[in-house]
């Protein structure tokens, strides 16, 4: 069973790679609504490790917006070269697909959290990657 999901990790540097200003929705009272953070979408392996679920991730993606991209911020640059745009769901594509790939034998259950199993973000490109629960 993997995890798919997308978080934020707060940073203080100015130059580094992925941040920018992100709405983070479940910030507290005493907390910045926009967090200067990267955005990662993320697979994980869910596995119980001494009697407790525990991630162990298997692959991330940093995301960033598309304004970020075509801006050509620094933030979104790899040695100078502003890196191609992709929405989370295309990125966790790729990232299930290669899973997929590697373990072959059995197709993997994926555990979401509601955005991604949002019906109109469930199909990517010329694939699908899940389906609707109605």
Request: proline share 4%; hydrophobic share 40%.
């Amino acid at each position: 069973m993997v995890v798919l999901d997308d978080f934020i990790n707060p940073k203080i540097g100015k130059n580094i790679f992925g941040c920018e200003r992100i709405f983070d929705h479940a910030a507290k009272a005493n907390q910045s609504q926009y967090p200067w953070a990267q955005n990662i979408v993320s697979v994980g392996l869910l596995k119980q490790v001494k009697g407790r679920w525990a991630c162990l991730f298997l692959d991330f993606r940093f995301y960033l917006a598309r304004k970020t991209i075509e801006a050509e911020k620094d933030s979104a640059k790899i040695n100078g070269v502003v890196v191609p745009f992709q929405t989370k769901l295309e990125q966790a594509g790729q990232m299930l697909i290669g899973i997929g790939r590697h373990f072959s034998t059995s197709p993997p259950l994926v555990v979401t959290d509601s955005w991604f199993g949002q019906p109109e973000s469930v199909a990517t490109g010329s694939g699908r990657i899940g389906g609707s629960f109605s």
